[in-house]
């Protein structure tokens, strides 16, 4: 029974943490629990293990397990993101040398140009 409501205190603890600057209820705190897919699964494996149902070591194991899928998400989420975070910087790189030199283009078209006009005008 201590694992269960240890357990229950770190996802208030975790979920209160995630809105620091925010004043937030034990009730609100529980109903964004059950909005997600996790908080749910997770409030019903501290439902049936309180209730005698489930073992707590089931539902230690089943939630360490989620645990470890969750991180390992993460950990691809990130890999994921820095390698598109990389391919864009070097993108907007490529482009801020297009930039530059399509500029220095243009400066050279426009003394052309106004070479063209002192020229014409003095014939």
């Known amino acids: 029974m201590r694992i269960t409501v240890t357990l229950c205190m770190l996802a208030l603890v975790l979920v209160a943490s995630a809105k620091p600057?925010?004043?937030?209820?034990?009730?609100?705190?529980?109903a964004e629990l059950e909005g997600s897919k996790f908080g749910s699964t997770f409030l019903n494996f501290l439902s049936l293990s309180s209730a005698g149902e489930v073992p707590v070591d089931e539902v230690s194991t089943i939630l360490s397990e989620v645990l470890d899928q969750l991180q390992n998400r993460q950990a691809d989420a990130d890999s994921?993101?820095?390698?598109?975070?990389?391919?864009?910087?070097?993108?907007?790189?490529?482009?801020?040398g297009q930039l530059a030199s399509e500029r220095s283009t243009i400066e050279s078209l426009e003394n052309a140009i106004q070479s063209n006009i002192e020229i014409r005008d003095e014939a």
Not at 84 to 96: G, K, V
């Open 80 to 96: 994921n993101n820095a390698t598109n975070q990389a391919i864009c910087d070097e993108t907007l790189s490529n482009f801020a």
């Open 21 to 30: 600057h925010q004043k937030t209820d034990t009730h609100s705190i529980l």
